[in-house]
């Protein structure tokens, strides 16, 4: 995220850059604040969530592999597919959701395109530089995406490129929006959101699930795109697997939400992945999004 972004979320949100500099200060409490908000909502244990940003091609190829062999663990992943993605590999996600996983309303549009210059997948689409009216759009035709290809309304949302549309402004305007649809949650927050508010908040209108960080950097994204495929890329696959374990780690005994997410191509022949989850499911009960909000809705 660029440093304008940043400045303008912290603007918006003093809080926020105040649970910051106490999460390099004392971490600790921070995650012993977070425990309290997380009993506050009503959460009784810790849990896990994974879920799947598909926004490539190659992510409909690695997808039912993955999603097979997580299964296998009694872990059933929820998917963020773009619309247009979506249609084009529908075969493949009707597969999967016939399984009994949950999808996300991930926008229509979709947000990447192949650069011939660069020789990798460049971002686009952001969000926070579109029109109101342009994002409205998107989320209703994504909503339907959804509904036709999968057959079933969803009721969770995740914004394209969540991270960088993160104001107070942007989320209550997103809320708003996905509440006149009638969804029940989002989950398009950054994990200082779930520091600060906790694992499962409405401070904008609709229940807000943020993702979760890392065990050693509790505000940093744990991504596989980070961690496993990013050219350059300073962090790596022990420092997924590391990341993951020490956060179960922190929350392990108490009230929480490990909620991680990744791209399936990034991790499709990755072993260090899957044993990192069955480290999980051995300290988190796993579940998906709609089945942890009728635990305490």
Request: charged share 25%; glycine share 8%; net charge neutral.
């Amino acid at each position: 995220m660029g440093i304008l972004r940043k400045l303008k979320i912290a603007a918006e949100n003093p809080a926020m850059a105040g649970c910051y500099v106490r999460s390099r200060i004392n971490a600790d409490g921070l995650i012993k604040a977070y425990r309290r908000h997380a009993v506050q909502a009503g959460l009784d244990r810790l849990y896990f969530i994974l879920s799947f940003d598909c926004d490539r091609p190659e992510d409909a190829a690695a997808a039912w592999e993955v999603h097979s062999r997580l299964m296998e663990m009694d872990l059933c992943p929820t998917y963020a597919v773009p619309g247009e993605l979506l249609r084009k590999d529908a075969d493949v996600y009707q597969r999967i959701a016939a399984t009994g996983a949950e999808f996300l309303n991930h926008g229509h549009r979709w947000h990447m395109y192949f650069d011939q210059a660069a020789g990798t997948y460049m971002s686009c689409f952001f969000y926070d530089e579109l029109t109101p009216e342009v994002v409205e759009q998107d989320v209703v035709s994504g909503d339907k995406d959804v509904t036709e290809i999968i057959g079933k309304k969803p009721i969770g949302f995740r914004t394209p490129h969540f991270g960088t549309y993160q104001t107070e402004s942007n989320l209550r305007f997103l809320h708003r929006l996905l509440q006149r649809l009638g969804y029940v949650y989002s989950t398009s927050t950054t994990p200082g959101f779930g520091l600060c508010y906790g694992p499962a908040f409405r401070r904008y209108g609709l229940l807000e699930l943020p993702v979760s960080g890392r065990g050693d950097k509790p505000f940093d994204i744990l991504d596989s795109w980070s961690c496993f495929a990013a050219p350059g890329r300073t962090l790596t696959p022990d420092d997924y697997r590391r990341g993951a374990l020490r956060m179960a780690q922190r929350l392990q005994g108490g009230a929480g939400l490990l909620n991680y997410y990744c791209d399936p191509s990034h991790i499709v022949d990755q072993p260090i992945f899957f044993e990192t989850v069955r480290e999980l499911v051995k300290v988190a009960e796993p579940m998906s999004y709609s089945e942890l909000i009728s635990r305490f809705a």
